[in-house]
């Protein structure tokens, strides 16, 4: 596959970098090893010399002494330690050279500093002892025996001649210091040839496989290109020729076989085309018949909708609820009384109302449908409903609950009737079709959506017989009422849900019902929180 070629052709090629340089650091590595030891056949080379410059001033102090000549004894100790921490250096540095991993010649020369060193350390100490012993000579003494004894004492101290030891030492340590420095050298050269062999052969590689795969994809990538300006120009008969069993090879079949169903698609679609123009041309002679008939539906759906502004139920049983509730038991004090008839007039305000929208719905008018906005506490209408919706629930053994308010007013900008309107035909529906026994709950609280303004969430509850899937949504349709409420509940003409959609919408607002079969519905209003200047509404928290 061609995936594989280039991973093991980025793989090889990283590889070989690797090992490029690492072969670069192991030569770099002896290359400064080999300057290492030549530095320090360097320090060697100098410190022989310096130890035999210290011979000879210890010399020329010896003649002075016998000269008489004023010579310090502590000028004498100052050269005698200074040719001690000579050797001692030499000491370090021999030992240096013996640390390190040698071979041959440079092992043996190893064991012949070591020698000399021992060497040169009793002819130190017998330079000491001599130097230590030297007298002036007596005014009529004669200088050349005393000059020659002098002469054996610094160049044979222990009977070793010390002066050819040093001479030989230095030229040897000089030979070695320039053996090192070729050797480094040469190290150097060989890392410089090895890292521009290897740079080569690398940039050598890469050309090639630039080329190869250069080659590779110049074809399929251009059959490919042809194939997606074909399709782009619609000539779905263009079939790409790559018959390979690379990626290249698996796109061009994917996209021949998608060639192939557009072509078949776009016949069938030809042929559906036909076969609809040859439809529409059939019954528009049907249609034509058919508006004299729907002109006619049309009257008596008019006429459906005046008599259903007449048998409106909520309200009414509203209102007997509130009787039942106010005749039933002991009498009661006045003002239990006064607040039943408050709330009976109230919701024969809200009837009259609901039958004057009614009528515009008759009229296929519901944007009409008037509103006042204003700022307003959204808590006064939730509670006027829910009163009114315990009239009812009453009468339906079902229980009407509500989760506390907040103890802050909630701002809208609203038709309080308006609102009052939309969650008792939500409240309504939750109380017809729940089951005896059951319970309605209404709960709101603030929502914050993402990139949106504020938010009041109002949420109606109920556990009753829920909305079939395929049903859900056509709830908000005029008319509509499924299968399950009709056997329910017989009454009702299926424009509840059709109002308060629109309400919530002459809101700023929204309606979406959840609901499962058999396991209740929850409606959700979500209305904008009003955020204007508070000293303008007439609300009180």
């Known amino acids: 596959m061609f995936r594989t070629k280039l991973t093991l052709a980025l793989a090889g090629l990283g590889l070989a970098s690797a090992l490029q340089g690492a072969v670069a650091l192991w030569r770099l590595g002896e290359a400064d090893h080999q300057v290492q030891r030549g530095r320090v056949a360097s320090d060697i080379h100098v410190a022989f010399v310096e130890l035999s410059v210290a011979k000879q001033r210890l010399r020329s102090w010896a003649a002075q002494r016998e000269a008489n000549a004023g010579a310090d004894p502590a000028q004498r100790e100052l050269l005698l330690a200074d040719m001690r921490q000579t050797l001692g250096r030499l000491d370090g540095l021999t030992r240096q050279t013996s640390g390190s991993p040698a071979a041959g010649s440079a092992a043996a020369q190893v064991s012949q500093r070591a020698d000399v060193l021992a060497r040169l350390q009793k002819a130190v100490d017998a330079l000491e002892i001599a130097s230590r012993d030297i007298r002036p000579l007596e005014a009529d003494a004669d200088a050349r025996p005393a000059w020659q004894a002098l002469s054996d004492r610094f160049d044979r101290p222990d009977g070793?001649?010390?002066?050819?030891?040093?001479?030989?030492?230095?030229?040897?340590?000089?030979?070695?210091?320039?053996?090192e420095r070729k050797a480094a050298d040469a190290s150097l050269a060989q890392a410089r040839g090895l890292w521009a062999g290897a740079s080569a052969a690398l940039?050598?590689?890469?050309?090639?496989?630039?080329?190869?795969?250069?080659?590779?994809l110049r074809a399929p990538l251009a059959a490919l290109r042809d194939g997606v300006n074909a399709l782009h120009?619609?000539?779905?008969?263009?079939?790409?020729?790559?018959?390979?069993?690379?990626?290249?090879?698996?796109?061009?079949?994917?996209?021949?076989?998608?060639?192939?169903?557009?072509?078949?698609?776009?016949?069938?679609?030809?042929?559906?085309?036909?076969?609809l123009e040859q439809l529409v041309q059939a019954r528009t002679t049907e249609l034509s018949a058919a508006l004299a008939a729907l002109q006619q539906v049309d009257q008596r759906r008019?006429?459906?909708?005046?008599?259903?502004?007449?048998?409106?139920?909520?309200?009414?049983?509203a209102i007997r609820g509130e009787?039942?509730?106010?005749?039933?038991?002991?009498?009661?004090?006045?003002?239990e009384y006064k607040d039943s008839l408050r709330r009976v007039a109230d919701t024969a305000a809200q009837l009259g109302q609901v039958i004057d929208d009614l009528l515009v719905v008759a009229r296929e008018d519901i944007d009409a449908l008037a509103v006042r906005r204003e700022p307003i506490d959204l808590r006064d209408p939730i509670a006027a409903a829910l009163e009114q919706a315990r009239g009812l629930a009453g009468s339906q053994q079902v229980r009407v609950e509500s989760a506390p308010p907040p103890v802050h007013a909630m701002p809208v900008l609203g038709d309080a009737p308006r609102l009052q309107q939309l969650l008792a035909v939500l409240l309504d529906n939750a109380v017809r079709y729940s089951r005896p026994g059951g319970m309605v709950r209404l709960?709101?609280?603030?929502?914050q959506p993402q990139d949106q303004p504020p938010q009041w969430d109002l949420r109606v509850e109920d556990r009753g017989i829920g909305i079939a899937a395929d049903?859900?949504?056509?709830?908000f349709e005029r008319h509509f009422r499924g299968a399950q409420a009709r056997r329910h509940f017989a009454g009702g003409c299926g424009l509840g849900l059709s109002i308060a959609t629109s309400l919530a919408r002459a809101h700023g607002g929204e309606i979406t019902l959840e609901s499962t079969p058999g396991g209740g519905t929850t409606a959700r209003v979500r209305l904008p929180q009003w955020l204007g200047d508070p000293s303008a509404s007439p609300m009180t928290a």
Do not use: W
Request: charged content about 30%.
């Open 160 to 179: 070793d001649d010390l002066r050819t030891l040093l001479n030989d030492s230095m030229q040897r340590e000089a030979a070695a210091v320039a053996r």
């Open 323 to 335: 009787a039942q509730v106010a005749l039933r038991g002991r009498d009661k004090p006045i003002e």
């Open 302 to 317: 008019r006429q459906l909708f005046a008599d259903v502004s007449h048998e409106l139920r909520t309200p009414a049983t």
């Open 443 to 447: 709960q709101v609280e603030p929502l």
């Open 203 to 216: 940039c050598l590689a890469a050309l090639l496989l630039a080329g190869y795969f250069g080659r590779a």
């Open 471 to 475: 049903e859900l949504p056509q709830v």
């Open 233 to 275: 120009r619609g000539d779905l008969s263009h079939r790409i020729a790559i018959d390979s069993r690379d990626e290249f090879g698996d796109v061009a079949r994917s996209m021949n076989a998608m060639a192939s169903e557009l072509a078949q698609h776009r016949e069938r679609e030809t042929q559906a085309r036909q076969r």
